[in-house]
């Protein structure tokens, strides 16, 4: 906060100019009103001139909406963590209450969008706890260019509003030196591209900076232009909300950006230089395992983690075994979360980090979150029979006291109609649903090229490990090439494939893969093999596209379908 003003009677008309054009202003949107920033550490350190001006600003406190912005205008990413922001927050708003700033406003702004977009976790924590921020903007979401594909989200309970571009910024402040001269401003409040601007956007958050409100006051020049262009030749009716108003009509509006997208800092360079450097973007997968579940996903990962140059992500206190990052919830805890699964530094020998969460497979958000995130990843699938799939699915469920799993055997399960109780109905959709591969696989198929998908058929994985570990080494190009044939056995007691260890000892998955149960009833297998008989033909149409074999399971299934 300083006007800069070479002597207090220029201080005074810079206040005044300010308060005339929000009357201005007012008279073309509905309830205009000036939101100010201010960072405390800055009040007073100028000229005498501009120490007045603050005053004169504080003195008119009320005429105007305010928000903080950080204390000492430092980056929000260079603080490590929560506690260090608040001290910083803390100090601004300590400075807020001695000088009478109302500060209810629930809006915030940090200095050069840090911290916002990419997301530094600390920040929203920061922002929330002590000024109970529920708003802000940024323009750099989901990037900075093309201006019109910016967009908003929630994250941590904070709405993020995209911020517009008005082509005024700290070093444009003499009409006739406008970068290409004063017409290309004129040009663009005038049907050009500010126009456009508040023209395709039904709300639009414009942030300038005092310097263009002193000197030739190019600030209020070119909002009173505008508003009078948009008011001569449009019908449209401008007005203004407060933020937190505002931001829920936003939301209202395109309640489809809620959900935010991640992408990786490092792939912008504006993002990497706003993401802390202590948060390499290497503790990313370079290959997911997506399921589904109970195929030979373990198994898998088992023989993966042979290789020397290959790691997982690592269990978490809440994740038992597996991340589950792009199908749920936690998906919004952030990819600060996320990476933290991931500890390998990337120049380790282990550089081929993978994660495996089997219900990615058939999760409606995880190809395109997933795609977003790590595009260039490989994705490794399994099917077996869909329906020794289910039927697995329901012996998992019952060793884990499902109570419908317990209480219904599996016809029941599978057969049931639409009436049955809702937890049946659940345990239902959980055996089945995921056995549609077609379905599922053309959406990982619609944002990842055929070259990235690997499939691989679960009952070659269960025979002939050594084969089919080959295969994916191959795939993902991953080298030293390690010899699976030597290092895993097949185990007479435990009746699978198991890792070889020294001494001739084996490694083998526990009790609850590759359990023991009576085999599948032949009227389930009947019932099923006509339920999934439309899907596997879409499979099989699918895999011929793709020019892969077909599995032994689903030519007889096919046989049937005849
Ligand atoms: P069952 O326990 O029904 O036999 P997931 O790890 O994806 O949950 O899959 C579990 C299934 O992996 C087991 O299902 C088992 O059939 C299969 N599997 C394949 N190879 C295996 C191996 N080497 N050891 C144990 N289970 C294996």
Redo the contacts with the bound molecule.
């Keep these: 906060m300083a006007v800069r003003s070479s002597d207090s009677a220029a201080c005074d008309a810079g206040l005044q100019a300010l308060l005339e054009t929000q009357n201005l202003l007012r008279t073309q949107v509905a309830n205009f009103t000036f939101n100010l920033g201010f960072s405390g550490k800055f009040y007073h350190t100028g000229t005498r001139a501009e120490d007045e001006g603050d005053d004169l600003l504080l003195r008119s406190v009320d005429q105007f909406w305010w928000f903080p912005h950080m204390w000492s205008h430092m980056q929000p990413h260079l603080f490590r963590n929560e506690s260090s922001l608040v001290e910083q927050m803390v100090l601004n708003k300590e400075f807020a209450l001695e000088h009478g700033i109302p500060v209810r406003s629930g809006y915030a702004v940090a200095p050069h969008h840090s911290g916002v977009y990419p997301v530094h976790l600390p920040l929203y924590a920061a922002w929330r706890k002590v000024w109970g921020v529920q708003v802000t903007s940024t323009e750099e979401y989901p990037h900075l260019k093309p201006a019109r594909h910016r967009k908003g989200f929630v994250h941590d309970s904070i709405m993020v509003l995209p911020r517009q571009t008005c082509g005024l910024f700290t070093h444009t402040i003499f009409y006739k030196e406008y970068p290409g001269g004063p017409q290309e401003l004129d040009k663009s409040i005038r049907g050009g591209e500010l126009f456009l601007t508040v023209l395709l956007n039904p709300i639009s958050v414009f942030m300038t900076h005092l310097s263009n409100y002193g000197n030739d006051r190019l600030g209020p020049y070119t909002f009173v232009h505008l508003a009078d262009f948009v008011h001569s030749c449009t019908n449209l009716r401008l007005q203004t909300l407060p933020p937190v108003q505002l931001a829920r009509k936003y939301f209202e509006l395109f309640p489809e950006q809620r959900d935010p997208l991640w992408q990786n800092p490092c792939d912008d360079k504006r993002h990497k230089d706003i993401w802390s450097r202590e948060k390499t973007c290497g503790h990313l997968p370079r290959f997911l395992v997506i ?13 993966l983690l042979m290789h020397p140059s290959v790691a997982s992500s690592l269990p978490g206190p809440q994740t038992l075994e597996e991340v589950q990052f792009f199908n749920g919830n936690n998906y919004h805890k952030g990819l600060d979360w996320y990476m933290g699964f991931f500890p390998t530094p990337p120049n380790a020998s282990a550089d081929f980090l993978f994660e495996k969460s ?1 219900s990615y497979f058939h999760s409606e958000d995880a190809p395109k979150r997933a795609a977003s995130l790590v595009p260039k990843a490989k994705i490794i699938t ?1 099917l ?1 029979d869909p329906s ?1 799939r289910a ?3 329901y ?2 469920q019952r060793s884990h006291g499902d109570p419908a799993a317990l209480r219904f055997d599996f016809h029941a399960v599978v057969t049931t109609g639409p009436e049955a109780p809702p937890e049946l109905l659940a345990l239902q959709r959980t055996c089945l649903v995921p056995g549609w591969y077609a379905a599922h696989l053309e959406r990982w198929l619609a944002h990842f090229a055929a070259s990235q998908l690997l499939i691989i058929d ?1 009952q070659q ?2 025979s002939y ?1 050594a084969t089919v570990m080959d295969e994916i080494q191959k795939f993902l190009g991953v080298t030293p090439h390690y010899n699976y044939s030597q290092a895993l056995t097949f185990d007479p007691q ?5 890792q070889l260890l020294e001494g001739g000892k084996t490694r ?2 526990g009790k ?4 023991k ?1 009576p085999p599948m009833a032949s009227e389930s297998r009947a019932f099923l093999s006509s339920y999934y008989r439309d899907h596997n033909v879409e499979l099989a149409k699918l895999l011929h596209r793709l020019g892969q074999p077909l599995p032994a399971w689903l030519r007889q299934e096919l046989q049937k379908a005849r």
Excluded: E, M, N
């Design positions: 399921g589904p579940q109970k195929t030979g996903t373990t198994a898998l990962c088992l023989f089997s399994i077996i020794d039927y697995s699915w012996q998992h679960g994985l269960r490990p435990k009746g699978f494939w198991c083998c998955l609850s893969k590759g359990r149960y």
